[in-house]
């Protein structure tokens, strides 16, 4: 009976997910949205990484010089945000591939600097780089789906 409960529970909480997933996702339906989307991202990993984890950094044990590394890319995602909406109408397709493909290796090269910076990450470091990276899978998802409906529109 237990197992029956545990299922439904599992059940209502999926469909509530999915809507709640859903309600958002309905708020691209101008794709040029989803370049201030990624841009107001870019800004929070900018200030994270400059200056919240730099004060931080006997907590985290992420060295300096990586989070200086790390902090140049969401810079250079910015620039991309910013051309990918203002030029929207000329590049927005090309745009938000790139931002996509960008988004994915920032990710590969935040677990590339974990695996480097081993020694010294503290578990509120790693803890840090898994959410930043859980995030960013889920922003990849809806941009996939935002790119979707902009092919077929």
Not at 38 to 55: E, N, R, S, Y
Not at 107 to 130: E, H, N, R
């Amino acid at each position: 009976m237990l197992s029956i409960a545990a299922i439904g529970v599992a059940y209502d909480l999926t469909i509530n997910v999915y809507l709640m997933i859903s309600s958002f996702t309905n708020q691209f339906k101008k794709p040029r949205r989803i370049f201030v989307f990624d841009g107001l991202g870019a800004i929070i990993t900018i200030f994270f990484l400059k200056i919240v984890l730099v004060q931080l950094n006997d907590l985290v044990g992420i060295p300096i010089s990586t989070l200086k590394i790390l902090a140049s890319l969401p810079m250079l995602f910015l620039l991309m945000d910013v051309v990918g909406y203002v030029f929207y109408d000329r590049i927005g397709l090309t745009s938000l591939t790139l931002i996509i493909l960008m988004n994915i290796s920032y990710c590969f090269v935040s677990l590339y600097f974990g695996w480097l910076d081993f020694a010294s990450i503290t578990w509120l470091g790693w803890m840090y780089l898994i959410v930043e990276i859980i995030v960013l899978i889920g922003v990849v998802l809806l941009e996939i789906r935002v790119l979707k409906d902009m092919q077929d529109s």
